[in-house]
C-alpha cells in the first residue's frame, strides 16, 4: 500500500533551520504532485508548499516565500521542505501528502495520500 512518512521535525530556536523529509512507497513517485501542509493546534489545515511530478513547477503560500524551498528527488522517491528564518508562527504539524493532479495543488481536498505528520516547533 501507499505510504508517506514524514521526519526532520524537532524543535529549534526562532530563526534557526530545518529540513523535512517525507519518503514514498507504493506508488509511482514521478507520477504524483506532492505538497507540504501544516496545522496548527485549533486550526484547519493549511497549504505550505507543492511541486510538480517532475520538479519545474513549485508553489508557496505568501507567508513562506524566501523563507522555504520544496524540492524533490525522483530517483529517491523523496520530497524535501527546507525551511530557513524559521518564526514561531511556524509551529505546527507538518504533512506530506501525493496528489494525482498537476491542477488545483493548494486544496488538501485535492491530494490523494497524506502522510501521519512530523512537529515542528519554533521557540522565541
Known amino acids: 500500500q501507499v505510504q508517506l512518512v514524514e521526519s526532520g521535525g524537532g524543535l529549534v530556536q526562532a530563526g534557526g533551520s530545518l529540513r523535512l523529509s517525507c519518503a514514498a512507497s507504493?506508488?509511482?513517485?514521478?507520477?504524483?504532485?506532492m505538497g507540504w501542509f501544516r496545522q496548527a493546534p485549533g486550526k484547519e489545515r493549511d497549504f505550505v508548499a507543492a511541486v510538480s511530478w517532475s520538479g519545474g513547477g513549485t508553489y508557496y503560500r505568501d507567508s513562506v516565500k524566501g523563507r522555504f524551498t520544496i524540492s524533490r528527488d525522483n530517483a529517491k522517491n523523496t520530497v524535501y521542505l527546507q525551511m530557513n528564518s524559521l518564526k514561531p508562527e511556524d509551529t505546527a504539524v507538518y504533512y506530506c501528502a501525493a496528489s494525482r493532479s498537476a491542477n488545483f495543488l493548494l486544496r488538501s481536498n485535492n491530494y490523494n495520500y497524506w502522510g501521519q505528520g512530523t512537529q515542528v516547533t519554533v521557540s522565541s
Open positions: 507504493g506508488l509511482t513517485f514521478s507520477s504524483y504532485s
